[in-house]
């Protein structure tokens, strides 16, 4: 099993709505969750680093179950530029190591 | 400007020959690693190093090397054993420091082998 899973899309959306993407996990161990966004044929870049309490910033929003397994990202009021790959990381910090999952990619369209 | 950079941008080799990428960062983040993507699919890891001098092979370490004699840079050799070596390269840094450890990312360098 993969230690981390995500629905690899499409999502095609019209401009304004609102997505949300899930990701599981299998080692209850894991300690750090984050979301990065990859536009095509460029670096992962950072988007949220995911807070047990879940956490929001502006248009973005996470959540953390981990009853479980799960960490979900909300996309609100859609933008064209949204249009990327989402991965899910996560890390047991005891080990120094991130795990990835394969991307959920957006579509927004216009 | 603090970042990781990563040089070059696009390689281009013969089979058979080894070669080496570049990675350097001034963030002073003790651990750096080498990751893998291949078209459609996600990150997979080659090595880490969570200190100088120090490194432990990822989970796609056969044909690839690395050293970690300064803090600042980690620079991979893929050798000549690798047998698909065409790929994007990406290296990354995280702070110990920091609660959550983010990774940050180098641009990339994309290799090609014929």
Known sequence: RKEVEQDPGPFNV??????AFNCTYSNSASQSFFWYRQDCRKEPKL???VYSSGNEDGRFTAQLNRASQYISLLIRDSKLSDSA???????????????FGSGTKLNVKP | DGGITQSPKYLFRKEGQNVTLSCEQNLNHDAMYWYRQDPGQGLRLIYYSQIVNDFQKGDIAEGYSVSREKKESFPLTVTSAQKNPTAFY????????????E????????????
């Open chain 1, 47 to 49: 988007l949220m680093s």
């Open chain 1, 85 to 99: 790959t989402y991965l899910c990381v996560v890390n047991r910090n005891n080990f120094n190591k991130f795990y």
């Open chain 2, 90 to 101: 990406l290296c990354a840094s995280s702070s110990d420091s920091s609660a959550f450890r």
């Open chain 2, 103 to 114: 990774q940050y990312f180098g641009p990339g360098t994309r290799l090609t082998v014929t």
């Open chain 1, 14 to 19: 019209p401009e304004g709505a609102t997505v």
